[in-house]
């Protein structure tokens, strides 16, 4: 008797658009193995709505920790780059073996195992791209403050925007502040107009979260924060 534990996943509602989503989950994540994305188990499609089989991930998400209360603080600089880094692997891998296009790169969508290693998960609205091609055309989809703004204005994806995403991830592990911060004003859009503002007026400590100013030098952190702004 197998006694694997799995995450089940399935929808609240017979809804056709999530059924499509759960169908274009289990078409991309067959084609897909790396350490750092969650495995599909197995599915069942024939059930009163689709459910879909996870490997089980115990340590909640990127965004509980680093986020949730008094809960932050304990993410370490070092850590921080770990996830950074296991997180940039499974991009690549996407973007260069398979040609997937994540389209919801967010805290939330970043699993940790019991050892803090990173899971990407949530492929429901991924795309993959025709081999010929560079780039798909597609109603806007994902999660607002990590969109990428051109893809928001013009429709077109491509696997700048999953970076794009990734830089908006960067941001919150380095100021420790949520998308929808207080810090976004009229004059800053977003968390990440915010951080290229105060990167480029020289202000990038006073944004910085105070862990990762005990943890880091000022050149590492520098350097960190202009691959970020590469990235944004």
């Not at 100013?213 to 924060?225: F, I, S």
């Amino acid at each position: 008797m197998d006694t694997t534990v799995v995450a089940i996943k399935k929808s609240k509602m017979i809804d056709p658009n999530q059924i499509v989503q759960f169908v274009n989950e289990v078409v991309l994540l067959s084609q897909i193995n790396h350490p750092n994305i969650v495995k599909l188990v197995g599915c069942c499609l024939e059930t009163h709505v689709p459910l879909l089989a996870y490997e089980y991930i115990v340590n909640e998400t990127l965004h509980h920790h680093l986020h949730g209360q008094g809960r932050g603080s304990s993410l370490t600089w070092r850590m921080r780059l770990k996830f950074a880094v296991e997180t940039s692997q499974a991009l690549a891998y996407m973007h260069s073996s398979t040609k997937i296009i994540h389209r919801d790169i967010k805290l939330s969508n970043i699993l940790l195992t019991d050892d803090f290693t990173v899971k990407v998960s949530d492929f429901g609205i991924s795309r993959l791209v025709p081999k010929d091609q560079m780039q798909v055309s597609t109603a806007v989809q994902g999660t607002l403050g990590y969109i990428d703004p051109e893809y928001f204005s013009s429709g077109i994806l491509t696997e700048k925007s999953d970076v794009y995403s990734f830089g908006v991830v960067l941001v919150e592990l380095l100021t420790g502040e949520k998308v929808n911060s207080n810090m976004v004003t009229r004059r800053n859009r977003s968390l990440a107009d915010h951080f290229v503002l105060s990167l480029n007026e020289g202000q990038l400590i006073e944004i910085l979260d105070d862990q990762i100013k005990l943890d880091g030098t000022v050149e590492q952190l520098n350097r960190v924060a202009q691959l970020v702004k590469s990235c944004l």
